[in-house]
């Protein structure tokens, strides 16, 4: 089957279509992988012009997504040579494909910075800084410059302190200020976008505090949220209204309904100050009115006003009061910013000492290099580097910030070669700065594919998905329809955004979709959790049927996931109810640092640190590496009541004494010659921890854990970061 032959009508354009700049709006399940892939053979099978893969810069979001995209063109090509095996051009693709530049963004930011350091003057043999060696060199850095503001004490900086209402505690000023930097290093000019963060007294010059951004968004966005509750109130009180003898009910609905639309009307400040103050009095019902519908009218009317009124409470005073507040505040800005400038500086140095840069300077390096250190326009260096791609294809387009997006933009501005896949539904890291704004900028500006013209932004969105049955999706699209909107999600989900069964599937004999509202007494998670369990035993039960490729089967236990905010504390009572039925889980409740294996290693650490620490050294004695009892302990005890428990090993007469003795002995004194990946493998010799957990119950799961805290030892070390103690702190 050829591969136009597997592609629906959207995928196929989105394959085939050029010209311009292309958005694909790409749903969950929708297959944008494979068009991405597709998309790329058929530049590399063009008749009349072949492209070479490594003619391609192809981002992806992590190292990750680029290695499994690198090994899905690499089976591609390798089906297409079969086909072909007389195709020499495929042949060398294949070869190729390992100096394509298939990487994350910061990864090509490096590479392009170390090719052409000289442009910029920075040493080409910067190294990338670990995210928590950054970490803990920008705090350092912030906790110099606070101190500094500390010694000055000048009155900006105690504006500042009082603006932010700190008081006697300042933990969280190191958090805010660096909060501060981070969005400033989103911006493709960060001094200038702090510059802009400034403002004197003429920002204030308006009558009304809504003429100011900060009054005009707060005034808007209280109407807005007011307005979401006019037609629960309306509502209401049209249900009011058809009940027998409920005029007094009804005519107190429809007054707070005209009260929320005299809110949702106001156009300054001070109007909406006025009429803040509703009156929702006290919604009572005759004996004789339906009960139900009294209960469910009551229901939404308490719900709708407290939250109306929690909005309300964000107006406190009056225009000319917030006017005087915002002027106060105009050191305190003034300060902050100044204070971030000076961490910019000293945090520069730093790295610059270390020959290092972060995430951030590979970004705003690149910039300089492409747009220019005043970030007018794509240099022609740009445009020489953009020729040199057939195309730039992201992966993950919705979770790009500006810097990023203006990097890919400078690349391609000469010849718009820019192929961008995402589904900004899928936007989850807003908390690292993506901004999905970019994305919906895009997808609400361009045309749709078939419209465009030459050179100029164009969209395909693909809604057919190949991944769940129609229950499901027709379940997803109930809830999203009733969710998303331009305000929430930031666009209306339709019928061109909803999921579409991509392949039928077998029907299943029930519902794919359960929903349940579980009545709790006393506490929430156990009682959940006993509802599941009783839920999945009877799924279980061999009734009950899972679709396996083309046919049907019964449901397995691992078939069934159990999701939780917080399984780590919360998820011992699922996996207690489940057990009573005979139904094991696995994974999900416990991190890596609070693994036993894990935490077991951290303690014998302390103790090759500092053996004089009780708490570690009995949890390494009690540990299944020493194996020691509590009568053990009770008996080195009694020799030595009140030294420390080291002091007490040394001296006693106890058997196992001498030998953890001799082992903390040896490893001290290794550990000034070695580094801390060294060590533990020393530790593991001597011990042989790593072999006594892999013999216990989970023990491939408990080695998996050892090992990956190695790797994050092996990366400390390799930042050149030092000692023991360091690493220990860096853990914590």
């Excluded at 700190?166 to 805010?176: C, H, P, S």
Aim: net charge negative; charged share 25%.
């Amino acid at each position: 089957m050829s591969m136009a032959e597997q592609l629906t009508p959207q995928q196929y354009a989105a394959v085939h279509d050029r010209g311009g700049r292309l958005l694909v709006s790409a749903a969950a399940g929708s297959g944008k992988t494979k068009v991405l892939v597709d998309r790329l053979m058929q530049y590399l099978l063009d008749p009349v012009n072949p492209a070479n893969i490594d003619d391609f810069l192809i981002i992806t979001f992590t190292k990750a997504a680029a290695a499994e995209l690198r090994s899905k063109i690499a089976v591609k090509l390798s089906e297409q040579i079969a086909l072909n095996p007389g195709n020499r051009h495929l042949q060398r693709q294949l070869q190729r494909l390992y100096m394509t530049q298939i990487s994350t963004v910061h990864s090509f930011c490096a590479t392009l910075l170390r090719k052409y350091a000289y442009r910029l003057d920075v040493a080409a043999d910067f190294r990338v800084a670990e995210e928590n060696e950054a970490a803990q060199l920008r705090r350092a850095c912030m906790e110099k410059v606070l101190d500094s503001a500390y010694e000055k004490m000048d009155e900006d900086f105690a504006a500042f302190l009082d603006t932010f209402g700190l008081g006697r505690n300042d933990d969280n000023l190191a958090d805010i200020l660096l909060k501060i930097y981070d969005s400033a290093m989103c911006h493709l000019d960060p001094m200038d976008w702090l510059d802009q963060c400034v403002f004197d007294e003429c920002h204030f010059a308006g009558a009304d505090v809504s003429q100011t951004q900060w009054g005009g968004y707060l005034l808007q966005h209280i109407k807005e949220d007011v307005a979401m509750y006019l037609p629960a109130f309306q509502r209401c009180a049209q249900l009011a209204d058809t009940m027998p003898g409920e005029q007094k009910a009804a005519a107190l609905l429809h007054t707070t309904h005209s009260d929320l639309q005299r809110i949702c009307n106001c156009d300054t400040w001070d109007m909406l100050f006025a009429c803040k103050d509703i009156d929702f009095g006290r919604l009572t019902f005759t004996k004789k009115a339906d009960p139900a519908l009294a209960d469910q009218i009551k229901t939404v009317r308490t719900l709708a006003v407290k939250q109306i009124r929690a909005t309300l409470s964000l107006c406190t005073q009056t225009s000319e009061g917030l006017l005087r507040d915002l002027k106060k505040s105009v050191p305190a800005v003034r300060c902050m910013t100044a204070i971030v400038k000076q961490f910019i500086a000293l945090y520069d140095t730093e790295k610059h000492r270390r020959r290092m840069m972060d995430y951030t300077d590979l970004e705003q390096k690149t910039l300089d290099l492409l747009l220019g250190k005043g970030r007018h326009g794509p240099t022609a260096f740009a445009k020489e580097v953009g020729r040199g791609y057939r195309e730039v294809m992201v992966d993950e387009y919705q979770d790009a910030n500006a810097v990023q997006d203006s990097i890919y933009m400078a690349l391609t501005e000469e010849r718009h070669n820019c192929f961008m896949v995402g589904d900004v539904k899928q936007s989850i890291y807003q908390f690292r700065l993506a901004d999905p704004e970019i994305f919906l900028k895009k997808y609400h500006t361009y045309v749709a594919a078939e419209e465009a013209v030459d050179h100029k932004g164009r969209k395909i969105v693909l809604s057919s998905n190949f991944r769940s049955g129609g229950e499901v999706l027709s379940a997803a699209n109930a809830v999203f329809h009733a969710c998303m909107s331009p305000k929430v999600g930031g666009v209306h989900y339709g019928q061109e955004e909803a999921l579409h069964e991509g392949v039928p599937h077998v029907s299943l004999e029930e519902s794919a979709v359960e929903l349940y509202c579980v009545e709790v007494s006393n506490e929430t998670y156990a009682e959940e959790a006993a509802f599941v369990a009783e839920r999945i035993a009877q799924l279980l039960d061999g009734t009950h049927m899972v679709r396996d490729k083309d046919a049907l089967r019964p449901i397995k236990a691992g078939d069934i996931a159990i999701l939780l905010r917080s399984p780590k504390t919360n998820g011992h009572h699922f996996t207690r109810e489940l057990a009573r039925y005979g139904v094991r889980t696995t994974g999900g409740t416990e991190d890596l640092m609070e693994a036993r294996e894990v935490q077991l290693l951290r303690c014998a650490l302390q103790v090759i640190q500092n053996p004089r620490m009780d708490i570690p050294l009995t949890a390494v004695l009690l540990s299944p590496v020493f194996g020691m009892t509590a009568d053990d302990l009770a008996h080195i005890r009694s020799e030595d009541r009140f030294s420390s428990l080291y002091d007490a090993l040394l001296k006693s007469s106890h058997t196992m004494a001498g030998e953890v003795v001799s082992v903390i002995k040896k490893l001290r004194g290794a550990a000034p010659m070695l580094n801390v990946s060294e060590l533990i493998e020393e530790f593991f010799a001597l011990t042989r921890m790593d072999a006594v957990f892999s013999a216990m119950p989970d023990g491939k799961t408990a080695v998996e854990n050892l090992n990956i805290l190695c790797q994050i030892a092996a990366g400390f070390d390799g930042q050149g970061a030092g000692s023991l103690d360091l690493f220990l702190d860096h853990l914590n």
